[in-house]
């Protein structure tokens, strides 16, 4: 491969290997004792535009459309373009802006860019979002049911002419929504103590690796001071010959 500006040999090869189940196996290739990394090709997310039309999407060798000029937005291809029309100003066919189609800071083709490619944090944001909103409507559905259900009760016994049953589902059904409340707060105090206890957990195996650490710290001094010992006893019987063989040369 070479570098697109200076044309320039660059240490980078291109292998193209047929499907086959071992593929894999290249990540692991070495070469006299040599480190050889490889990397599966990254996709182009550059939007393919028409030179013939200016529109996204596809390129010109599949374009069927109507011509369009890539500098004035005119109803012809841009090599025909005249010459004093080449001295105007530019319009983009997309946006009608005053810059050429091929223009990357265009509008459109920003918008198409954010749409196709969007960020990693955004899109798990819109995937938290969307799935919060379908358990929000699926809650609503499940609420509009529990409180359809009591009317229509209601109304059925208004029709009969039996208030006391009509109580009686009232009672029965305000009983289901504080069974129902309860049984959720108590999930969620279960999920809570279960979240504290692993947390706690986590914080007793922490103090006994810190304790742990604490001891080696510990011996290592003790180590270096007996060293230092050491060092200071041969100090002294170095200074010491020296100090006998300078009495005998005297």
């Given at each position: 491969m070479i570098k697109y500006d200076t044309k320039q040999q660059l240490p980078l090869f291109f292998v193209e290997l047929e499907p086959n189940s071992n593929n894999k196996e290249i990540y692991k290739t070495r070469f006299l004792n040599t480190d050889i990394s490889f990397e599966p090709s990254r996709k182009k997310r550059d939007i393919p535009q028409s030179m013939r039309c200016q529109a996204y999407g596809h390129t010109r060798n599949y374009c069927n459309r109507n011509p369009a000029c890539v500098k004035c937005a005119g109803k012809h291809l841009t090599y025909n373009r005249s010459l004093e029309g080449k001295l105007g100003n530019a319009k983009c066919f997309?946006?009608?802006?005053?810059h050429p189609a091929s223009y990357k800071g265009c509008i459109v083709r920003k918008q198409l860019q954010q749409k196709l490619y969007p960020p990693l944090k955004q899109r798990?944001?819109?995937?938290?979002?969307?799935?919060?909103?379908?358990?929000?409507?699926s809650d609503l559905n499940n609420n509009n049911y529990l409180i359809n259900s009591p009317q229509n009760l209601n109304s059925d016994l208004n029709n009969n002419n039996?208030?006391?049953q009509c109580n009686t589902s009232n009672e029965n059904y305000t009983d289901a929504l504080l069974s129902e409340t309860k049984s959720l707060l108590s999930s969620?105090?279960?999920n809570t103590y279960n979240e504290i206890s692993e947390i706690k957990q986590l914080l007793i195996q922490s103090a006994k690796s810190l304790e742990l650490i604490r001891n080696m710290l510990i011996e290592q001094?003790?180590?270096?001071?007996?060293q230092i010992e050491q060092i200071n006893a041969m100090i002294q019987l170095l200074t010491n010959?020296?100090?006998?063989?300078?009495?005998?040369n005297g």
């Open positions: 997309n946006c009608q802006s005053n798990n944001v819109n995937n938290y979002t969307i799935n919060t909103t379908q358990n929000v409507n039996s208030n006391k969620q105090n279960n001094n003790k180590l270096f001071q007996q010959v020296i100090a006998n063989n300078n009495n005998k």
